[in-house]
């Protein structure tokens, strides 16, 4: 069976890591980012209807600012933002499992949301949202990444295109023929680039879809 290198930031690896090992997958955490906080200015909670958010990430970096928007119900693209958004005293009324745009497509239209996330975020694809961004986290690219050369001949799980791009200009064209890869988008799957020996993509934007693919990956 081939190793699971798993390239998200701390904490958010840890996660990650869990899942493979109940799947008894041999995995390997080399982080890509590291995570910081930014200072931020929490607009008026009474101007929004709810909270969106797309990262845990973005509930353990964003502070005690955070307790200003105890009052708004939260939007939550993902069990573990869910939880994450929970455990810091927040109310939940969505959970979505399919990505940030079938999120947004069951909840109401004219609702204001305010977006918690991080510096690096695709816009959603549904138009017509009264939505305002406030970044409260970046990740930071690592200058160095040891560890690489053990990667020949096993698989690789990328959670974001940027992850993908930045894996890309790490590994050398001629160093991916025998690396498969199992991509949590087509986007990100596309960002991988080419000269993989394998590159797939999740059924569904998820860590559990995407465990599920990174496991077949490794065993065939």
């Known amino acids: 069976m081939r190793r699971l290198f798993v390239f998200r ?12 090992e109940d799947l008894g997958l041999d995995a390997v955490s080399l982080p890509l980012f590291d995570l910081e906080a930014m200072n931020w200015t ?47 005293g927040l109310g939940v009324a969505t959970i979505g499992k399919g990505g940030i745009d079938r999120l947004l497509g069951s909840i ?21 949202r009264s939505i305002t961004a ?15 050369e053990a990667l020949e001949g096993q698989v690789a799980v990328l959670h974001s295109p940027r992850a993908a791009r930045r894996l890309a200009a790490l590994v050398p064209p001629e160093a991916r023929s025998t690396v498969r890869i199992a991509a949590i988008s087509e ?13 797939r993509a999740a059924k569904s934007p998820n860590d559990t879809e995407l465990l599920a693919l990174a496991a077949r990956l490794c065993e065939t």
């Open 108 to 128: 109401d239209p004219h609702v204001r949301l305010l977006h918690l996330c991080g510096e690096d975020r695709r816009e959603p694809l549904v138009a017509g």
């Open 9 to 20: 930031p701390e904490p958010a690896s840890r996660q990650t890591m869990r899942l493979a």
């Open 42 to 88: 929490p607009p008026d909670a009474a101007a929004f209807d709810g909270i969106l958010l797309t990262s845990a990430n973005t509930v353990r970096m964003a502070g005690e600012e955070l307790n200003r928007f105890r009052s708004l119900p939260v939007h939550a693209v993902g069990e573990g933002t869910a939880v994450a958004a929970e455990v810091a």
């Open 187 to 199: 986007a990100a799957a596309e960002a991988a680039g080419t000269g993989w020996q394998e590159v």
């Open 134 to 148: 406030v970044a409260v986290y970046r990740a930071r690219e690592k200058p160095e990444v040891s560890g690489l």
